[in-house]
Structure formats: C-alpha cells, structure tokens
C-alpha cells in the first residue's frame, strides 16, 4: 500500500504544504519541514489517555485476537480504500461541522466520512468521543495505514484534533481553513510531533459484511 501511494505524496505536499496546522501557532507552518518517506521517529512514545487511567498499549497478539481470523475481511484492503478515497478529497475545504464533500469537512467529519463510506462503520461524531471507541490502543513505532491519530492541538492537554495514517510517517486529514483543509503532514514534525496523544486501530472494529476484491 505505502508504495501504491508513494508517487501521489509528494505531488500533493508541493501543492499542499503552505498553511498553518489546525489550531496551531501562527509561526507552525515555519516549523513545517517536508515529508520525508525515509525518516522514521526518534523519539520513544509513551502515550496515555487524557481521560482517566492510562491504556495499555495492545500486542500483536492482543491485536489478533480483537480482529479474529473469522472476520471476512483484511484489514490492509480497507485500509487502502479508505485512504485512496482520503487522497482523492486532498484540497477539499475545511469546514467546521462539516461531514460531506461538498459541504467540506472538518477533522472528526472527514474520518466519519470516509470510514463509514469504505468500511461501513459509524464513529462517533466528535474527536472527543472517537478517542474512547472500543478499539485496540497502538503504539507510535507499531502504526499502521488506517490507525486513527490523536492530537491535543489547543493547549489543555485534551482531544482536540484527529487524522488517519497514510505510512511512512505520515497522515491525512482535514486541518483548517487557513491550511487548505484536506491535506498530509508529517507526524515528523516538530508541531505535531508534540502534539500527539495516541493512536488507535479502529478498522479492527469493522462489520463482519465487508467484502472487498
């Protein structure tokens, strides 16, 4: 999958990469470096929930065996539809409130949209609500295309913001109005790298009547 959309990145960040993240500093986009696809985290993550006990992070077992081998689908298949349809919206405008293509999205909106789209799951309407879904927590090294990204992008050390994870350390999701709406960044970067709260695998969650080619 991450080379099925290698090609289309770096296009999109030539025509993408100048605004502001959602609800960062003015000074962010001077923070903002490009994407680079080889470039991995540094830094060790130790996420923890902002609401309440800390979580543990799930093995790969615990992963297998909250998505049992009984399911009909596989889980990389959703994933790169949900994703290839995210990169057909990059330009889509920011819109706060907004669920739809052509109303424009907002950050909770544009994953809704398109994880009930391509994968027939209903999130919760908020990032406030979506980050308590019922879905195994993932490590930051362990990220996989597909996992929702959490960020506390207003100062209070709360859910404020969320994305989805193309690879390669990099997201998809809907910013702001000022930064063009739908676009990637990279979790490389200094903003959001100190922004980030965790990361959950959602698509392990998905309707046992998907059925993909």
Known sequence: ???RFAPLVPLALVTLLFGCAAQGPVSQPQDHTPIDAQSAFKAKASPSSVFGEPEEL??????AAFS?????????????????????????????????EKSGFDCSG???????????????????????VDAPKVARNKLKPGDLLFFSTNGRGRVSHAGIYLGDNQFIHSSSRRSGGVRIDS???????????????ALAMAPTNIARN
């Open 110 to 132: 544009f994953i809704g949209y398109l994880f009930r789209e391509e994968a027939g799951m209903t999130l919760p309407r908020s990032t406030r609500e979506m980050i308590n």
């Open 1 to 3: 999958m991450l080379k």
């Open 58 to 63: 799930a093995t790969e077992d615990d992963l």
């Open 68 to 100: 049992s081998n009984s399911k009909p689908y596989q889980l990389p298949v959703l994933a790169d539809s949900i994703l290839e349809r995210g990169m057909a919206l990059i330009g889509t405008r920011y819109r706060f409130g907004g669920t739809s």
């Open 187 to 201: 979790l490389g970067d200094r903003y959001w790298s100190k922004t980030f709260i965790e990361a959950k695998r």
